[in-house]
Each structure stands twice: as structure tokens, then as C-alpha cells.
């Protein structure tokens, strides 16, 4: 039995941790559609089945607000998950 791989939308715009990001989850076995701006996510969720979207910490709030709303609105998929730098503080 064959399964269909995960999608997930990876927005971030830092080079280096997009990826970094993307190499672990391929490696998991995820598809991966990398993206840099929320003006993007549209034209993500419109070509591509996305299961999750995952928003890196070096996006400006405002950024993430946006895309959080883009991505609920077009992608029906589970509200976004938001990396935080302040998790690795303690």
C-alpha cells in the first residue's frame, strides 16, 4: 500500500533555516513547498494539497498574522504552527 507523501508549506525568510527546515522534513518523508513571502501563500494553497503550513520565527509579526489568514482561508488545512526563537531561551 502506497502513501501519498504530506505537504507542508515552509515560509520563511531566512535562507539558510528554509533549508534547513526543508532538507529534515524531506528527509521525514514530507513534501516541502518553500516560500518566502505571505503574498505567496495564495498561489501555494491554490497549487498544492497543503496538510500543514509552518511559519519561521525571522517573519515580522504582522507577516505571520497575514499568513495565518491567507492560509485559512485558501488552504483548508490546520491552522498554522509558528516557530518561536523565544522557545529556545527557556
Known amino acids: ?13 531566512h535562507p539558510h533555516l528554509e533549508d534547513v527546515r526543508k532538507r529534515i522534513l524531506e528527509e ?26 509552518l511559519v519561521g520565527y525571522s517573519l515580522t509579526p504582522a507577516d505571520k498574522r497575514r499568513i495565518a489568514a491567507e492560509a485559512l482561508k ?3 488545512c490546520p491552522p498554522p504552527l509558528h516557530l518561536s526563537w523565544a522557545a529556545w531561551l527557556g
Open 1 to 13: 500500500m502506497t502513501m501519498d507523501k504530506k505537504i507542508v508549506l515552509v515560509v520563511s525568510r
Open 74 to 76: 485558501f488552504c483548508k
Open 28 to 53: 521525514a518523508g514530507y513534501e516541502v513547498i518553500p516560500i518566502q513571502t505571505p503574498e505567496q501563500v495564495e498561489e501555494a494553497c491554490r497549487s498544492h494539497k497543503l496538510d500543514l503550513t
